[in-house]
């Protein structure tokens, strides 16, 4: 099982920078992926970030060159620094992990933090 918390998310002009975090607790037998996810008011979930296991990223188009997503290996923690924010980014941001336990695969969500970008 995997809880996560995010926090960071906050009011900020467009232009501006901003740094989500996600602290990761709990135990699977292994990690497919971790990465964020946004959802803006009447919109679908999409993909912003992810990262593998092995160190691979993939990014949504309209965030890349922008955001970069990293982790903390030590602290058991995923960052998301976000740059040169646009109007259109704002959006609820949440952590996600793809894990398997045992023969099951499981997404785990954590409760979401506002990112808001005003012009």
């Known amino acids: 099982q995997v809880q996560l918390v995010e926090s960071g998310g906050d009011l900020v002009q467009a232009g501006g920078s901003l740094r989500l975090s996600c602290a990761a607790s709990g135990s699977v037998t292994g990690i497919n992926t971790m990465g964020w996810y946004r959802q803006a008011p009447g919109k679908q979930r999409e993909l912003v970030a992810e990262i593998s296991s092995g160190g691979a990223t993939n990014y949504g188009n309209a965030v890349k060159g922008r955001f970069t997503i990293s982790l903390d290996g030590t602290n058991i923690a995923m960052y998301l620094q976000m740059n040169s924010l646009k109007p259109e980014d704002t959006a609820v941001y949440y952590c996600?992990?793809?894990?398997?336990?045992?023969?099951?695969?499981?997404?785990?969500w954590g409760q979401g933090t506002q990112v808001t970008v005003s012009s």
């Open positions: 996600n992990v793809r894990a398997y336990s045992g023969p099951f695969f499981s997404t785990y």
